[in-house]
């Protein structure tokens, strides 16, 4: 089954070999080597103690990135706080993007890292990743599914607080398309 979009005129929800697509653009954007995805695990974060990540899409880089998808997954209860219009006040530690499609060339023009500083803008969204309680503190993940989109010169930061009495290890894998 065909659909007509525009001048592209593409199967919707299934691949050639007929499998059901479960998110086709992303899936499409992946093939032409524009999908990315940059991953990061937190080990022995203090309880009350915070990590921040900054992604950036810098001025002049003629692109820009939707974000598709982030998922954070704890070992504990946190908390996600997400900032917009924030100052870089110093850099951290680069996150590498990797492309998913391992046969392009085509880099990521995101900046994402972790550990600097930076002065907070506007807080856009807050959410608690669950933790379980006693023996049963298996943790939990959420995922931030709504589209962003980040024109150049914009950014986000993430900021993930250890809101349990433990010590704990957090993930946070971000998944995005580039154009």
């Not at 001025?59 to 954070?72: L, M, P, Q």
């Not at 046969?103 to 807050?126: H, Q, R």
């Amino acid at each position: 089954m065909s659909i007509k979009y525009g001048v592209y005129d593409k199967r919707v929800l299934q691949d050639r070999d007929g499998v059901p697509l479960v998110f086709p653009k992303f899936f499409y954007k992946v093939e032409k080597g524009y999908g990315f995805v940059a991953s990061h695990r937190f080990e022995s974060v203090t309880s009350g103690d915070y990590r921040d990540l900054l992604f950036e899409n810098p001025s002049g880089s003629g692109v820009k990135a939707v974000i598709a998808e982030i998922e954070i997954v704890g070992l504990a209860q946190l908390y996600v706080d997400i900032y917009v219009n924030n100052t870089v006040t110093s850099h951290g530690t680069a996150i590498q993007p990797f492309n998913l499609n391992t046969g392009s060339p085509i880099a990521s023009k995101m900046v994402i890292e972790y550990g600097g500083s930076y002065t907070l803008g506007d807080l856009i969204c807050n959410m608690v990743v669950p933790g379980g309680n006693r023996g049963r503190a298996i943790g939990g993940s959420v995922a931030i599914g709504e589209t962003v989109i980040l024109v150049p010169g914009k950014n986000f930061v993430m900021r993930v607080t250890n809101s349990s009495a433990a010590t704990t290890d957090f993930s946070v894998r971000a998944l995005w398309w580039e154009e």
